[in-house]
């Protein structure tokens, strides 16, 4: 991204300006003054305040003007799609799972029907990542769950419908409410559905968009509706502010550790 200079100022009415050149083209978005509402209880901040609504519409605003998360897709099929997700997740560096995507797609390992045991196999062996070798978790659970779900997946029907289609991957084994979002986000670039993950459920609890008690396992289609509701009323697509707002948390994860002592 080739942002040069951002600034913002208030106006006499009371609203936030914020003013950047965004590849050589000046260009200016107004926003609520922090102590508006975006959402009962919840007001816009400052947009030069982390992790507020207004800060989240300002980033968001500037990356949509040079198209930074505008694609998402990690396969070019639902199969391969499915695959990326499932090899990564909870507990798995992103770097890790991708590599072990790309190991086994590589070796044309996500087409026909591959055993469990050469899945597990080609997992099990060491990945270098930044110079340094890298085990992947689980293999054997890992191998179990793709080799059946690439069985089933080969045969099945795509409903058009963004959210029908992630509860019908729910159906398949490994995949919860979590990785089937993801598939579906990257593979439609949809902002029917969102992917809550420990990043999202800390943004969103930072703003008082979530509360404490929120668990994904147990309320993860209500945590899902209020995320919505939030990117609706910045004005943001819900795929763009998820891929936003994990990126920025990942990278940001030692000052969000600090807010949580």
Same mark, same amino acid.
């Given at each position: 991204m080739k942002v040069i200079g =951002?600034?913002?100022?208030?106006? +006499?009415?009371?609203?936030?300006? =914020?003013?950047?050149e965004? #590849?050589?083209?000046p260009s200016r978005l107004v926003l609520p003054a922090p102590d508006a509402y975006v959402l009962p209880g919840i007001a816009w901040g400052h947009f030069t305040h982390l992790f507020t609504p207004a800060f989240w519409r300002g980033q968001a605003w500037q990356h949509e003007a040079v198209g930074t998360y505008r694609?998402?897709?990690?396969?070019?099929? *639902? &199969? !391969? !799609?499915?695959?990326?997700c499932l090899l990564g997740g909870f507990g798995m560096k992103a770097e890790l799972g991708l590599a072990a995507y790309a190991r086994l797609r590589d070796r044309g390992l996500l087409t026909g029907t591959p055993s469990q045991a050469r899945l597990e196999a080609q997992l099990s062996e060491p990945f270098l990542l930044n110079g340094r070798l890298r085990r992947y978790r689980f293999p054997r659970q890992k191998a179990r769950f793709l080799v059946t779900c690439l069985q089933r997946l080969s045969q099945f029907p795509e409903p058009p419908d963004d959210v029908a289609l992630r509860d019908q991957l729910t159906t398949l084994p490994?995949?919860? *409410? +979590? #990785?089937?979002?993801? &598939?579906?986000?990257?593979c439609r670039a949809s902002n029917a559905v969102a992917i809550i993950d420990i990043h999202i459920l800390r943004a969103g609890r930072l703003i008082g968009l979530f509360g404490a008690s929120h668990d994904p396992s147990?309320?993860?289609?209500? @945590? !899902?509706?209020?995320? *919505?509701? *939030?990117?609706a009323a &910045?004005? #943001?697509?819900?795929? #763009? @502010?998820?891929?936003?707002?994990?990126?920025?948390?990942?990278r940001l994860s030692p000052i969000?550790?600090?807010v949580y002592r």
């Open positions: =951002l600034h913002g100022r208030w106006s +006499k009415s009371r609203v936030q300006i =914020l003013y950047a965004q #590849t050589g083209v694609s998402h897709r990690l396969g070019r099929s *639902l &199969i !391969e !799609e499915m695959a990326a490994g995949i919860g *409410l +979590k #990785t089937a979002s993801w &598939i579906v986000r990257n147990r309320h993860y289609r209500d @945590l !899902e509706r209020r995320f *919505l509701d *939030l990117a &910045i004005s #943001t697509p819900a795929s #763009t @502010l998820d891929a936003l707002i994990w990126d920025y948390m990942r969000v550790n600090r």
